[in-house]
């Protein structure tokens, strides 16, 4: 099993940052993907952004590519999400996710069999 516990979300206006930390437990040496979901009110989840444990391969949403930058910290087997250059379209529920499987779409919330249990960001224009 694996346990996430997100922390970090909070208010801000359009253009501000927020950083988002997501720390592991249990058997984290076992994680392939980890990485971040969204939910926006009325909305399908959406996902946002994933590491490769193996080799730190990166994938981003076209959404939030050039805004936003996941961060791996093994040691500390916490995963970060910078979000700077903040949109009121940006506002959601932002889940931690992690997987110990390989095939399937890294976007795909059905392959991914760990969840926190989100942390709210909001956006004011």
């Known amino acids: 099993q694996v346990q996430l516990v997100e922390s970090g979300g909070g208010s801000v206006q359009a253009g501000g940052s927020l950083r988002l930390s997501c720390v592991a437990s249990?058997?984290?040496?076992?994680?392939?993907?980890i990485g971040w979901f969204r939910q926006a009110p009325g909305k399908e989840r959406e996902g946002v952004a994933f590491?490769?444990?193996?080799?730190?391969?990166?994938d981003y949403s076209d959404s939030v590519k050039g805004r936003f930058t996941i961060l791996l910290d093994n040691a500390k087997k916490t995963v970060y999400l910078q979000m700077n250059s903040l949109k009121p379209e940006d506002t959601a529920m932002y889940y931690c996710?992690?997987?110990?499987?390989?095939?399937?779409?890294?976007?795909?919330?059905?392959?991914?069999?760990?969840w926190g249990q989100g942390t709210q960001v909001t956006v004011s224009s």
């Open positions: 249990g058997f984290f040496y076992s994680v392939t993907y």
């Open positions: 996710a992690a997987r110990r499987t390989y095939s399937g779409s890294v976007f795909s919330e059905n392959v991914y069999a760990y």
């Open positions: 590491i490769y444990t193996d080799d730190g391969k990166i």
